[in-house]
Antibody, heavy 116, light 107 residues
Framework: EVHLLESGGGVLQPGESLRLSCVAS????????MSWVRQAPGKGLEWVAH????????YYADSVKGRVSISRNNFGDTLNFEIYSLRAEDTATYYC?????????WGQGIPVIVSS | DIQMTQSPSSLSASAGDRVTITCRAS??????LAWYQQKPGKVPELLIF???TLQTGVPSRFSGSGSGTDFTLTIASLQPEDVATYYC?????????FGQGTKLEIK
């Protein structure tokens, strides 16, 4: 069974940095591209970052480009996401998701609150 | 970038009704279109991929159609457990944009 477990969220102040992790199990992690999707409170889904199966290609939403970095460790079956210079509008639940035909598996999500 | 526009943004229907949600892409995306269901307080789940292929385990009352720029999600006979917000998403290439969502309620 596919399992994705996010960690690293919490309450942070504007300007701080954050590192989220997603540990994968139950599938061949290194064979699949992965993404991060976020959802602000009461709002819709927003795709924010994507990384190819081998890690050589990355893509970012314009809303976060230049402030975030996605990476992966295929030996440890872990997906990472760093957000720098946090803003109030980064407040959201962040999901890691497996990409194949769309996102067919999602983690439970990890809340990030940016507040002074 | 390609924009994804869903309509309506909200919808109220009676149990047993046929319900249709539309999604329009601002450019041709072929059939690289997925639909997701997100029940209140839950994680999104993939319903349909390749515009019309049901994900394993999805009830057959759900169906998808379309290609190019215009797509539809249809629920043949609405059930109480279908109360959720539904999202379309393009996945041909990044950015993997979602539609704004359609909130479906039962009358």
């Amino acid at each position: 069974e596919v399992h994705l477990l996010e960690s690293g969220g919490g309450v942070l102040q504007p300007g701080e940095s954050l590192r989220l992790s997603c540990v994968a199990s139950g599938f061949a992690f290194s064979n699949y591209a992965m993404s991060w999707v976020r959802q602000a409170p009461g709002k819709g889904l927003e795709w924010v970052a994507h990384i190819s199966s081998g890690g050589g290609s990355t893509y970012y939403a314009d809303s976060v480009k230049g402030r975030v970095s996605i990476s992966r460790n295929n030996f440890g079956d872990t997906l990472n996401f760093e957000i720098y210079s946090l803003r109030a509008e980064d407040t959201a639940t962040y999901y890691c998701a497996v990409f194949s035909v769309g996102f067919d598996h999602w983690g439970q999500g990890i809340p990030v609150i940016v507040s002074s | 970038d390609i924009q994804m526009t869903q309509s309506p943004s909200s919808l109220s229907a009676s149990a047993g009704d046929r319900v249709t949600i539309t999604c329009r892409a601002s450019q041709d995306i072929g059939n690289y279109l997925a639909w997701y269901q997100q029940k209140p307080g839950k994680v999104p789940e993939l319903l349909i991929f390749a515009a019309s292929t049901l994900q394993t385990g999805v009830p057959s009352r759900f169906s998808g159609s379309g290609s190019g720029t215009d797509f539809t999600l249809t629920i043949a006979s609405l059930q109480p457990e279908d109360v959720a917000t539904y999202y379309c998403q393009k996945y041909d290439s990044a950015p993997y944009t979602f539609g704004q969502g359609t909130k479906l309620e039962i009358k």
